[in-house]
């Protein structure tokens, strides 16, 4: 005879797995965050850009702000990439331009 499968048990365990997997990815993006030298920022300002990151639909500036972000994973961009002046018409740009004039400039 067969031995039955305990499907709660297994729910628990992918459950598990998939808050573990939530909880790093979490961990990832801040450290990717410090890593850039985005962590000057506040938060609206960072949500700010990645709206804009999100909303933009121009194909040729996904891929220069795609191809900036695979330079800098290979480790070449790392030290310039804390420059604020360096930003070549990215997101912290565009989420400048749709800040109300507050006077709470992130850098």
């Given amino acids: 005879m067969r031995k039955p499968r305990d499907y709660d048990a297994e729910l628990k365990a992918l459950e598990g797995k998939a808050k ?3 909880t790093r990815k979490v961990q ?3 450290e990717l965050v410090i ?3 985005a962590d000057v920022f506040s938060a ?4 700010g850009a990645l709206v804009a990151l999100a909303e933009t639909t121009d194909a040729a500036k996904r891929e220069a702000w795609a191809k900036r972000g695979e330079v800098f994973f290979r480790g070449k961009s790392r030290r310039s990439a ?3 002046d360096r930003d070549e018409g990215g997101a912290q740009t565009q989420s400048r331009s749709a800040q109300p004039a507050s006077g709470t400039a992130g850098a």
Wanted: glycine residues 12%; proline residues 6%; aromatic residues 0%.
């Fill in 44 to 47: 609206e300002e960072l949500a």
């Fill in 35 to 37: 890593a850039t030298g």
């Fill in 82 to 84: 804390r420059a604020p």
């Fill in 28 to 30: 990832q993006l801040g």
């Fill in 20 to 22: 573990e997997l939530k």
